[in-house]
C-alpha cells in the first residue's frame, strides 16, 4: 500500500522546497515519492528515495526516481545534506486494518519507528546536515525527545497546521555545535 499525500506530506513538501536547493537528499520512507519529486524540483544535487515496500520502489521507479528497498538505514550506506521524513507516527489502533496500519502506526505507543530512525540517522547525516520529519500532536514525544538530547541533536518547529483532532508540526533537527 503506497501512501498518498495528504495534509502531513504538503506540509512538509513546502519546507523541503526551502532546503533542498544544492543539497544531496535522502527521502526517507518515500511513500508516494512526493518528497523526492518536490526535492528533484528544487534543484537538489542528488536524490535518492528509500522504501520498505517493494510495490512503492516499482511505483517510484516508474515516475524517474532514484529508489532503493531498505528498512529505515539498513541500506544506506552514504552521508547527506539533507534527510526526510515522513514517518508513520500515530499510536496503533486495533481498529485499523493491517495494511492501513502500515504506513500510519509508528508502533504501538506511535514513537517507536522514530526513535529507530533518529538513532540511525545521525551517522547517515553530514556535519551541517538537517533532517526534516513531521510529527503529530497525537505522537507521544517524551522518548523522542530523550533520544534527541542524547544524540545531541537540537529541534526547530518550522511548519504546523491544525487540523481535524490533531495539530502536524514539520521539525527541523539538527545537531547541536560542539563547544
Known amino acids: 500500500m503506497i501512501y498518498e499525500p495528504s495534509e502531513d ?9 526551502k532546503y533542498a536547493k544544492g543539497k544531496k537528499v535522502l527521502d526517507m520512507g518515500s511513500g508516494s515519492g512526493i518528497q523526492a519529486a518536490s526535492a528533484k524540483e528544487s534543484w537538489a544535487k542528488s536524490v535518492i528515495a528509500a522504501d520498505i515496500d517493494k510495490d512503492t520502489l516499482s511505483y517510484l521507479k516508474k515516475k524517474g526516481i532514484n529508489a ?4 529505515l ?9 539533507l534527510i526526510i521524513f515522513n514517518p508513520p507516527y500515530l499510536p496503533r489502533d486495533k481498529r485499523e486494518d493491517k495494511e492501513s496500519s502500515k504506513i500510519t502506526s509508528g ?13 540511525q540517522a545521525k551517522s547517515h547525516l553530514n556535519k551541517n546536515g538537517i533532517i526534516l520529519m513531521v510529527l503529530s500532536s497525537l505522537t507521544p514525544q ?14 526547530e518547529i518550522v511548519a504546523e497546521k491544525k ?5 502536524l508540526y514539520v521539525w527541523k533537527i539538527t545537531l547541536k555545535a560542539s563547544i
Request: net charge positive.
Open 9 to 17: 506530506s504538503w506540509l512538509l513538501e513546502k519546507e523541503v522546497r
Open 68 to 71: 532503493i528497498h531498505s528498512n
Open 73 to 81: 538505514f539498513s541500506k544506506i550506506k552514504d552521508k547527506f545534506d
Open 107 to 119: 508502533g504501538k505507543e506511535g514513537d517507536e519507528v522514530i526513535v529507530k530512525f533518529l538513532n
Open 142 to 155: 517524551k522518548r523522542i525527545e530523550q533520544v534527541m538530547k542524547k544524540l545531541s541533536f537540537k529541534k
Open 163 to 167: 487540523i481535524f483532532m490533531e495539530t
